[in-house]
């Protein structure tokens, strides 16, 4: 089945009544709306001439396309279209033909660098910029603890390959790589002032990190970097004048690291913080954006109007065609209710009990993984769990003895990270955790692949807004996987946040339209390649046929 292309531009009525003529004229986002009276009662126009014939104007809206929304400076900064950015997914989900698809067509994506050996980050980010043609994008930095030459290794790609921006995620505390990125592109610019080629993004769910990000990198950070040759003494006498992030993303309620923190709580808490830490900084101005259950463009409009500079999603991602994704994963993710997500257990930060918010639906993984951080909680190392236990163990969740687990973990860290294995020798807790993180670590790998004995194991990070936009799209042209583009999901629930974001000043003035002229819902977007499609995008009464599959 094909979807249906429209053609650029339906003739509008002068003097819009119907519900259907209605939502053509709100839809029209480069022209202004009038909600007008004249002798036949209420209409709705986009013409100005036609306004002024009315006779009165009960209310108007200016043109607001979705280039308008939030912040022109991260436009500018990132060389983007729009203020809209798809967030990076582990294990390089965020894949690099995700991030060519959507850089492409105007938008900032990130690659999902985190749990990817170094050899395969490399390739991708030299794959992504031989293919973006001098377009932005960003690659996932995040925040590894107990694997700290995972950090090294992103950054000394990032910086080989001139990627001039990252998404710093799951940050407890700042780390001497972090902060070498940002100082490694600074610089004095013709006209004396700092200039920061290498921006960070750093999405945050707490005060407490964000006021890390917000700040200038700290002084006793800086000096390590100088006295091992890693930034001259010119980038570190810079770092004072500037925070240490271009951008703090508040991450909500969102899939993989997340305190499921509302977003109409959070977002507001970090712009104040962001004003007030302005000053130290010069006036260097952070921006603050949304992420975590952005699945609708009602969510995405909501997010604007709470004062985001910029948006980011994450979970209706991994659905995407062009996500490193299986396809019988996808097909869960497609089937998800806004319901069906669970918290479990971190495969990176297992020891502290940190959690990854999942997928529920058609996989046992969470409760699982829960079991795991019990028998580590309660025990000194594997030979103080019951025998009993330990056989259900081998059974049901490694399919395998677990001498021969940690047979398989020792040969990965030796070749990855070979402190790893000498810090667990003669500690058998930490040798449990790291035979309880070989499960956690290769549950995701099954989903990747989709390998059929292992559903059951599926460890799929998602969070709420995968299932918001599921019943969003349901029965319109984004609900096939097959027509879930990446970059059509970032048109569509951009232009219909816009297009909300237009209902609600006209109904802030008063006026209260029907529901089928205010809905927006998915457009019929061509296949990469096509001609786009420019639709309305309305599925309301008399204009069913659009956007729907044929």
Known sequence: M???????????????????????????????????????????????????????????????????LGSPA??????????YMAGSMANGIASAD??????????????????????????????????????RFACNLIHSPNEAAMERDVVDACLRHQVRCVEASAFLDLTPQVVRYRLAGLRRGPDG?????????????????????????????????????????????????????????????????????????????LLALRDARRAETGGWAVRVGAAGGLGTPRAVAAAF????????????????????????TKRLLAAAGVTDCAQAPSADMFEIGAEVQVLSRGTMFASKARRLYDLYHRHAGLDDIPAEERAALERRIFHRPLDDVWADTVAYFTSRDPDQIERARDD?????????????????????????????????????????FNSWVRASALEPLENRHAAAIAAELMHGAAFT???????????????????????????????????????????????RRT
């Open 2 to 68: 094909s979807a249906t292309v429209l053609p650029a531009r339906l003739p509008a009525p002068v003097l819009a009544r119907a519900p259907r003529d209605v939502h053509q004229v709100l839809a029209d986002l480069d022209r202004p709306v009038y909600v007008v009276r004249d002798a036949a009662g209420i209409a709705v126009t986009g013409d100005e001439r036609a306004a002024a014939a009315a006779g009165q104007v009960l209310a108007a809206a200016g043109p607001l396309p979705p280039r308008r």
């Open 74 to 83: 991260f436009r500018r900064d990132h060389g983007v279209d729009q203020a």
């Open 98 to 135: 995700l991030v060519v698809n959507l850089a492409q067509a105007g938008y900032l994506a990130s690659f999902g660098a985190a749990g990817v050996v170094a050899a395969r980050v490399d390739e991708a980010l030299a794959d992504i910029r031989r293919r973006v043609g001098g377009r």
């Open 193 to 269: 002032r700092v200039v920061a080629d290498n921006r960070v993004v750093a999405k945050v769910s707490r005060t407490e990190v964000a006021d890390l990000f917000l700040r200038p990198a700290p002084a006793a950070l800086v000096r390590g970097l100088v006295e091992q040759g890693l930034v001259s003494a010119e980038q570190a006498a810079l770092a004072a004048a500037v925070p240490l992030a271009d951008d703090v993303t508040a991450e909500a309620d969102s899939g993989g690291h997340t305190d499921r923190r509302p977003l109409p709580v959070l977002l507001p808490e």
């Open 305 to 328: 109007a709470l004062g985001a500079d910029y948006v980011v999603t994450g979970s209706v991602n991994q659905a995407a065609v062009e996500a490193a994704q299986s396809p019988a």
């Open 428 to 468: 058998p807790k930490r040798r449990m955790a790291l035979v309880f993180r070989w499960y956690l670590g290769l549950s995701s790998g099954w989903s990747i692949t989709g390998t059929p004995d292992r559903v059951a194991d599926y460890q799929v990070w998602c969070g709420p807004a995968m299932g918001a």
């Open 501 to 547: 974001s237009r209902v609600a000043v006209l109904a802030q003035a008063g006026v209260r339209l029907p529901a089928t002229a205010t809905t927006y819902l998915p457009r019929a977007h061509p296949r990469p390649g096509h001609a786009p499609d420019t639709g309305s995008g309305h599925h309301g009464s008399g204009s069913a046929e659009q956007g």
